[in-house]
Structure formats: C-alpha cells, structure tokens
C-alpha cells in the first residue's frame, strides 16, 4: 500500500482520514519509546475525546517500560492479541518500516485507511497518507502539526505525552531543531511538570542497572580506525539483563557515546530467548575529525536492513557476538 507523501505541512487527505473515522487503531514500534508511545497515547486521547473508539499497542516486548506507564492515556493500550484485525483508520507512529511493527504488521491489510505519521529519512511510505518530515525533532512534533491542523486543542495530558516524545528524542534538547524550544514553551504553558517527566524518562533507573552498567562497561572497546573517525562498542548479554528492564539497556548507548576517541558508538544487545539475535543501537557525533558532518550511521545500519536517522539507528542481526561485532566493523570500513 503506497500513497500520497507529504512533507512540512500537514496535508488535508491526513486531517480527513482522522475526522471521518470511525474506529482507530494506532500502532507503536517493537521495542517502544516515549516519542513513539506519547505520539500514540496523545492520539487515543483526542480520538476518545471525540467519541471515537480507539486502541493503541506494539508487538514487542510483552511489558511496556515502567518509565512509559506514567504517561496519561494508557488505559487504550492493549497486548497485540486484542488488536482488532479490521479497522476504519489504522495509524503507524514513529515506524519507518513495515517489519518495525513486528507480528502487528499484519494489521495493515485490514484497515480502509492508514496514516503513518514519522520523521526517520529512510521511511517507505507505506500509508495511504504519509506525513514524514524529516527535520521534525520528533514524531511527536508532527502529532502537534496534525491537531493544530484538524482544530483539536492540547490539554495538559496530551501536552504531557507530546512532550514526552520530544524530550527523548532531542536528549533534553541537546539536539534541538529550531521549533522544538518554542514548542516546548508551548507544552509546559498547559501547566505539565516539564522537569518530573523528564527526569522519570531519562533520569531515573533501578539500582540493579548499576552492577549491570559496571559488567557492560567492562567489555567496552575502541576501534581507533573504523570508519575514519574510530567506534566503541559494548555488548549486552542475555544473563547481564535478568535484574532490568530494556529502558536500563538501552540506555547504555547513551554512556559509551560520550567517548571522546570514536565518533561512532554501538551496542550489541542479545536477546533472551534467542541468543543468537541481536538488537544493535548505533549513534554517531554529528562531526568528528576529519569528518565534518560525521557519519550517517543511518546509511550503516540500513545494511543490515534496520533505519533510522542520521546520527541515532538501529538494526537487527544475528550470529555469536564475534560475528556481529566483525560484521559491523567490516560494513564501517577503515
């Protein structure tokens, strides 16, 4: 299913899909974060305000983040087995691809509608209507762009999980793009506690994560020549992960990135029940030495057949870690 792709501006075959339905169900990423789950739940919200019946879901993992729990509207999120099969609009957030919604890629085919909403350069466009923007900070940003457009107005829970979206995924505004300050001005003038989202979100971890960070940091490892601008990598095993959640995971991507010698960083993650899966984040400065633009590892992980944006991707492979490891460096190049 392919449609019309708009970019920049909201267009009106987007704001009519979502005032003509009838029954919505709106669709978040494996592996859900706070920009793809606030820009659901902010939906739901309006969606059910209107008297629209509405459900939210993911495919994986089978219990969402605890820090995602404290976003208002959760009560429309529903494992995937209750997602009906049939649906007047079917919403895809912050999805660049069909097989990022895992097992509930098969609700495509049974809506009359679908609307993806994202802003990863590499979408597909995959939607009867597809509002993709790139230069949004955040998929969030673009759900405020659609309800300014259909004249539903932000109430202080749905300002809470637009906000939510765009903290995340600017790192508390260290990648701001030029709006996102002034629509944060905009979110908090509803009267939501910027600071105690942020800190629930990015700030806030089980004491289990330290001994897990201290054992993952220990296989930390620099590769001065990958790609011209040198990687540090960690890798995550299965048996380094039973105390904490995949939040605690994940944010290990956000510590080896701070290295000062490589202007990549990549984690390996191993799945638990599969362990020759892996989930590999990849991240890069957005300039390193010899480099001014630094590497869109976007373009990297696209190799693998994952996506993402320029400086912030994702893929999954599998193999030993050996493998996966070799792999990466051999796609980096020298």
């Known amino acids: 299913m392919t449609g019309t792709r708009v970019e920049h501006k909201v267009p009106d075959a987007a704001v009519g899909l979502c005032a003509s339905a009838n029954s919505v169900t709106v669709l978040c990423h494996v592996q859900p974060d706070a920009d793809t789950f606030g820009s659901a739940l902010a939906l739901a919200l309006v969606f059910s305000r209107r008297g629209v019946p509405v459900t939210v879901s993911f495919a994986e993992p089978a219990e969402l983040p605890a820090s995602l729990r404290t976003l208002p509207g959760g009560q429309f999120a529903v494992s995937p087995a209750r997602v009906p099969h049939e649906v007047d ?100 003038a509803t009267g939501i506690d910027g600071g105690e989202i942020t800190r629930v979100l990015l700030d806030t971890h089980p004491f289990a994560w330290l001994p897990m960070l201290s054992t993952v940091l220990s296989t930390a490892t ?75 590892v976007s373009a990297v992980a696209s190799k693998f057949g994952g996506g993402g944006h320029r400086f912030a991707a994702g893929y999954t492979t599998y193999g030993s870690a050996d493998e996966v490891v070799a792999n990466l460096i051999a796609a980096l190049g020298n």
Do not use: M
């Open 89 to 188: 609009l079917l919403i895809v957030v912050d999805c660049g691809a069909r097989n990022r919604l895992g097992a509930l890629a098969d609700r495509l085919g049974g809506a009359a509608s679908v609307l993806v909403i994202d802003h990863h350069r590499a979408n597909e466009g995959f939607g009867t209507v597809d509002l993709i923007d790139e230069s949004a900070a955040s998929t969030t940003e673009l759900v405020t762009r659609l309800l300014d457009a259909w004249g539903e107005p932000i109430d202080a829970d749905i300002a809470h999980c637009l906000f939510a979206g765009l903290v995340t995924d600017t790192g508390s505004f260290r990648w701001a793009r030029p709006g996102s300050h002034a629509l944060a001005e905009r979110l908090l």
């Open 222 to 296: 620099v590769v001065p020549e990958a790609a011209g601008v040198g990687l540090v990598y960690a890798v995550v095993r299965a048996a380094d992960t039973h105390e904490v959640g995949p939040e605690e995971v994940e944010s290990v991507i956000d510590v080896i990135r701070t290295t000062h010698e490589a202007g990549i960083a990549a984690v390996f993650k191993q799945a638990r029940a599969q362990h020759d899966r892996w989930t590999v984040s990849l991240r890069s400065r957005d300039s390193a030495p010899g480099l001014a633009d630094g590497v869109d």
